[in-house]
């Protein structure tokens, strides 16, 4: 079974940039759509970007649409959110998820089965 673990989150000021990283274990991400997703302290989990199998095909919010970038590397069965211009609002955990089923991308949380453990970024005013 896959496992996915998330790394690169961490606390930042206004306007700067991090980038979290997805490695998934024990399993593939090759021809899977991955996705990312957050959620902020009081809120539910929400969509961030998504991913299909090649990398041809990306979604976003419309809260990071512009800012955020969504690229995966499959020979290092990794995924990436490179987050520019974070602002206050950008605060919550992030996970990483991977489709069971699908290689195409979905906005959509309930069509994905596998979930890392999250990892926290924090920015700063």
């Known amino acids: 079974q896959v496992q996915l673990v998330e790394s690169g989150g961490g606390l930042v000021q206004s306007g700067e940039s991090l980038r979290l990283s997805c490695a998934a274990s024990g399993g593939t991400i090759w021809n899977y759509a991955m996705g990312w997703f957050r959620q902020a302290p009081g809120k539910e989990r929400e969509f961030v970007a998504t991913?299909?199998?090649?990398?041809?095909?990306?979604g976003y919010s419309d809260s990071v649409k512009g800012r955020f970038t969504i690229s995966r590397d499959n020979a290092k069965n990794t995924v990436y959110l490179q987050m520019n211009n974070l602002k206050p609002e950008d605060t919550a955990v992030y996970y990483c998820?991977?489709?069971?089923?699908?290689?195409?991308?979905?906005?959509?949380?309930?069509?994905?089965?596998?979930w890392g453990q999250g990892t926290q970024v924090t920015v700063a005013s």
């Open positions: 991913i299909n199998w090649k990398g041809g095909s990306t």
């Open positions: 998820a991977r489709r069971s089923d699908s290689s195409s991308a979905s906005v959509f949380l309930y069509e994905y089965n596998y």
